[in-house]
Antibody, heavy 115, light 109 residues
Framework: EVQLVESGGDLVQPGGSLRLSCAAS????????MTWVRQAPGKGLEWVAN????????NYVDSVKGRFTISRDNAKNSLYLQMNSLRAEDTAVYYC????????WGQGTLVTVSP | QSALTQPPSASGSPGQSVTISCTGT?????????VSWYQQHPGKAPKLMIY???KRPSGVPDRFSGSKSGNTASLTVSGLQAEDEADYYC?????????FGGGTKLTVL
């Protein structure tokens, strides 16, 4: 059974940094693109970033370019999202998902950016 | 990428069919067969219902079907059941970058 478990969400001040992790099990992690999606409170889903199987290609939504970095460690079956220069509008539940078409999702981790 | 356009709400009575639209451009929905649909119940993670326009993952009832015409994709839910009441999101990806629709709240009357 595929399982994705996010962690690292927290309350952080504007301008601060946070690193999210996604631990994957039940799949051959190195064979899949991985994606981060977020959902602000009471709002819709927003695609954030994705990364190719071997990490050689990374894509970002314009609003996080230059501030967020997606990475992966295939030896540890783990996906990461380094978030810097955080803003109030980054407040959201962050989900990791398998594949570009997001067939499996984690339960999400809450990031709150507030003074 | 600009967000895809979905109606904010849709509704139907049990047993009826309802169709939700998702409009993009020739650069995303119209240009590739990479349209997916997700169901999200309150407080839960999204669940993939349809991928590559028409394909259903294992375990998804065949009451759910997808189609596409030009720049507009559609999700049809037939034989509506109470548990189908949820938010539905479409998504597309082009050049390996994704985009979602704004979501449609489906109410089963």
């Amino acid at each position: 059974e595929v399982q994705l478990v996010e962690s690292g969400g927290d309350l952080v001040q504007p301008g601060g940094s946070l690193r999210l992790s996604c631990a994957a099990s039940g799949l051959t992690f190195s064979r899949y693109w991985m994606t981060w999606v977020r959902q602000a409170p009471g709002k819709g889903l927003e695609w954030v970033a994705n990364i190719k199987e071997d990490g050689s290609e990374k894509n970002y939504v314009d609003s996080v370019k230059g501030r967020f970095t997606i990475s992966r460690d295939n030896a540890k079956n783990s996906l990461y999202l380094q978030m810097n220069s955080l803003r109030a509008e980054d407040t959201a539940v962050y989900y990791c998902a398998r594949n570009r078409w997001m067939d499996y999702w984690g339960q999400g981790t809450l990031v709150t950016v507030s003074p | 990428q600009s967000a895809l356009t979905q109606p904010p709400s849709a509704s139907g009575s049990p047993g009826q069919s309802v169709t939700i639209s998702c409009t993009g451009t020739s650069s995303d929905v119209g240009g590739y067969n990479y349209v997916s649909w997700y169901q999200q119940h309150p407080g839960k993670a999204p669940k993939l219902m349809i991928y590559e326009v028409t394909k259903r993952p294992s375990g998804v009832p065949d009451r759910f079907s997808g189609s596409k015409s030009g720049n507009t994709a559609s999700l049809t839910v037939s034989g509506l059941q109470a548990e189908d009441e949820a938010d539905y999101y479409c998504s597309s990806y082009a050049d390996n970058k994704g985009v979602f629709g704004g979501g449609t709240k489906l109410t089963v009357l």
